[in-house]
């Protein structure tokens, strides 16, 4: 008798951890034991209780079987892991971002604001990748607009949602009329970015360095040359 309740004791934690883990949609880890699972939802009772509870799964994350096999429920939010076993609150996948860039302190080229629309793809808390398209004006020739389209590579130095990062982007911007044409175009720049409460965020860039080629005309117009010019920008953007 005294061996059979030894070897209960001993089978008893791993019983206990042997449950079905839950990730709800706000990060929520619940510890079950699931009875159903279909397509829409779920059937679960928590530990020492007989009471069935439902879930649907379009408010769930993962669930994590006891047998170690994985069902992705939510495709665009994503659970990691903490190395202590505890589960980190979800992040959104997808990001659409406007965002109002002023670029100044520039020779030839002059000053120009450009409103851009960017979508970009997370592929971990770290590091997204993104393309943008924009729209502007010179600032000191009206008359003249600008349009253009960018690539965008982005390092969050920490994983949380308010975070300082490093973005770097790759694009091209000419303008609309007369005006010297413009080319391709590189930039880095220091940004931070935070959260708000009710959903989306609000990030600044500054300061952001380019290098901007363009298209230069000789004194009687019988010839052209590219030439570039580095200048400084300032960015302020929001996501949803």
Known sequence: ???ILVIMLLLAPITAKSQDRIITGNGEVLNVTILRNTEEQVEFVYPDETAV?????SSI???IFSSGREEICRSDLSVTPAADGAVEKPYRRHQISLQLEYDWISDYLEESTMLSVMYSYKFTRHFQM???????IMNERDEYGQYGAFLRTKYRFRARPASGYLVADYGYKSTFGSYN???TYYEFALGYEFPFRNGGGMYFQLPGFKNQAYVSYSHDNRYSYTDSEISFTATLGFHF
């Open 181 to 183: 044409p413009l080319g």
């Open 53 to 57: 509870n439902e879930l649907s799964k």
């Open 1 to 3: 008798m005294k061996k």
């Open 61 to 63: 994350n993962k669930i």
């Open 130 to 136: 993104g393309v943008g398209v924009g729209v502007g």
